[in-house]
T-cell receptor, first 113, second 112 residues
Framework: EADIYQTPRYLVIGTGKKITLECSQT?????MYWYQQDPGMELHLIHY???????EKGDLSSESTVSRIRTEHFPLTLESARPSHTSQYLC????????????FGQGTRLTVV | GEDVEQSLFLSVREGDSSVINCTYT??????LYWYKQEPGAGLQLLTY?????DMKQDQRLTVLLNKKDKHLSLRIADTQTGDSAIYFC????????????FGKGTTLSVSS
């Protein structure tokens, strides 16, 4: 079983609020990722990290920001949530080798009202 | 840009074979993956294939790769109701820190 955890699982919040989605893994993986999954299922890479103090933007432009101060922790922050941010957010991690499996958390379903 | 295409829906009867197709665009992808997502859950790796292989078999799963056409397929033999899920094809995006780039997913519905 994958040791990667996301909290909260579900979040309903008002427009303009600041939110942080937590993601933690206990596998010692260097690489971590955030994907945004549309209601229509498509996954888009929004952020990734090679390791501590490394953060990069993914293919899909996102108003969220991430930080990687510790290997095991890769939180995602929205400074001012909007209804357009309503989506499922999936965190993943992998070892720093090309052909290794990426392990996914169970996701955070965010609804901004 | 990079794009991974899949058909969106597939419906089969229990016991039949399911074939889910995918086309990818990055010819430099070294590995291609199939992930499964059950309702309310994250993604789980089913299998992967290295780009110099044509076929890989793993119990009920068979992956076929046509590198010339950039076409990948997943065949599930003796499909069961528990196989009902969303199946994602993914390729390594070499310009994105070797992150996985996913297709839109194929919803497999298995009826008894």
């Amino acid at each position: 079983e994958a040791d990667i955890y996301q909290t909260p699982r579900y979040l309903v919040i008002g427009t303009g609020k600041k939110i942080t989605l937590e993601c933690s893994q206990t596998m010692g993986h260097d690489k971590m990722y955030w994907y945004q999954q549309d209601p229509g299922m498509e996954l888009h890479l929004i952020h990734y990290s090679y390791g501590v103090n490394s953060t990069e933007k993914g293919d899909l432009s996102s108003e969220s920001t991430v930080s990687r101060i510790r290997t095991e922790h890769f939180p995602l922050t929205l400074e001012s949530a909007r209804p357009s941010h309503t989506s499922q957010y999936l965190c993943a991690s992998s070892e720093c080798v090309v052909n290794t499996e990426a392990f996914f958390g169970q996701g955070t379903r965010l609804t901004v009202v | 840009g990079e794009d991974v295409e899949q058909s969106l829906f597939l419906s089969v009867r229990e016991g039949d074979s399911s074939v889910i197709n995918c086309t990818y665009t990055d010819s430099s992808s070294t590995y291609l993956y199939w992930y499964k997502q059950e309702p309310g859950a994250g993604l789980q790796l089913l299998t992967y294939i290295f780009s110099n292989m044509d076929m890989k078999q793993d119990q009920r799963l068979t992956v076929l790769l046509n590198k010339k056409d950039k076409h990948l397929s997943l065949r599930i033999a003796d499909t069961q109701t528990g196989d009902s899920a969303i199946y994602f094809c993914a390729e390594i995006h070499n310009q994105a820190g070797t992150a996985l780039i996913f297709g839109k997913g194929t919803t497999l519905s298995v009826s008894s």
